[in-house]
């Protein structure tokens, strides 16, 4: 019996030894008989107790040997296997076959333009401003001349959050002005583009977030002419060389006096008559100087300096720079309207 188990050891040695691994189906019956879980060598170690006592302890080395050796011809195997798989991948590279095209995304129409607004007027020495979007209720309307009560606050319907009323979220970033101007000493030159809110019924001409750029510039001696030549430069780097504007006189609670522009859009087809009303003229932004109470509000001597300030929303603005007719296309992130726009902006 002793003897046996001996003689079936070696044989399986043998065996072992002269397996040869040369793919993953031999590496498999391989792993099977020698090394896996109910492989052929583990019931063997139970033989030990019917080998005499003097040959116990050869047996048993020589058994851990085979098992040794068992794992190593499978590790060896299997390193040699996967570097021949690499090698067949590698030379089975087309290098002449074309790249697959890596396809770029685009930018949002609302960036092109935002982008394209913050370029012109960067030219004209202003500089980005941005602030919060939840805002209190100070920054947002007392200081831009709009008090409670004040019958203006009813042009902007506002969310104010639940846990204060103080807190709202801002209806435009005039915020960012009373903030800049709490904050820094004129000269001031910035414009503030970001998100607002307003609490309107969502339709194809308004939406209850929109975007808006507002301009600000205090300094001594500004005037209303200075505001004018400025808008004039921004339409026509914004809608054509040739572009005209006009000023319409308006009111806003923050601007004394106040004013909306208008560009000349003509009267060329059906659409044209739509958009304009008939007049061929469109409202592009609110516009006027700052009011003295205004600058009073944030500490500015309004004696000493005088500002000019703007407005403008931006779906506004992309709306008739792309011929688009509803707002709410901004905010549906459908690719096949997104990808239409390509800009270097
Ligand atoms: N804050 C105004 C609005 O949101 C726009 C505006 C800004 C008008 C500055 C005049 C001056 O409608």
Not at 197 to 211: K, L, M, V
Not at 212 to 234: C, H, P, R
């Amino acid at each position: 019996m002793s003897v046996n188990a001996f003689d079936k050891a070696k044989e399986l040695m043998e065996e072992i030894k002269n397996f040869k691994i040369n793919n993953e189906q031999e590496k498999e019956i391989f792993r099977k008989r020698f090394v896996g879980a109910k492989n052929i060598i583990k019931p063997l170690f139970g033989e030990i107790r019917n080998i005499a006592n003097e040959d116990k302890k050869a047996f048993g080395q020589y058994l851990n040997e085979m098992k040794q050796t068992a794992e190593k011809i499978f590790a060896e195997a299997s390193v040699k296997l996967e570097m021949i798989a690499d090698s067949n991948t590698t030379q089975n590279i087309d290098l002449t076959r074309s790249a697959e095209p890596i396809k770029l995304g685009t930018r949002h129409p609302i960036s092109i333009v935002n982008n394209k607004i913050i370029d012109i007027f960067t030219k004209l020495g202003f500089t980005v401003a941005e602030d919060r979007e939840i805002e209190d209720d100070w920054h947002n309307f007392t200081a831009m001349n709009t008090p409670e009560d004040h019958p203006a606050r009813d042009m902007q319907d506002t969310f104010y959050l639940k846990d204060s009323v103080e807190r709202l979220l801002r209806t435009h970033t005039s915020s960012v002005q009373s903030r800049l101007m709490t904050s820094t000493k004129p000269p001031i030159r910035i414009i503030a583009p970001g998100r607002v809110y307003r609490n309107e019924t969502i339709s194809a001409r308004s939406h209850a977030q929109f975007h808006q750029v507002e301009g600000l510039y205090i300094d001594e001696g500004v005037s209303f002419a200075d505001l004018k030549q400025t808008l004039l430069y921004f339409a026509q780097e914004m809608y054509g060389k040739n572009t005209k504007i006009r000023l319409r006189p308006s009111y806003f609670p923050f601007t004394e006096p106040s004013a909306e522009m208008d560009v000349y859009w003509g009267l060329n087809d059906e659409v044209d008559y739509r958009i304009t009303k008939g007049t061929g003229w469109l409202e592009i932004l609110g516009c006027g100087m700052v009011d003295p109470n205004v600058l009073d509000n944030c500490d500015i001597d309004p004696v000493k300096y005088t500002g000019f300030a703007f407005g403008m929303g931006i779906e506004r603005q992309a709306m008739l720079l792309h011929r688009i007719d509803d707002i709410r296309a901004f905010f549906e992130n459908d690719v096949r309207f997104l990808e239409q726009f390509k800009s270097v902006f």
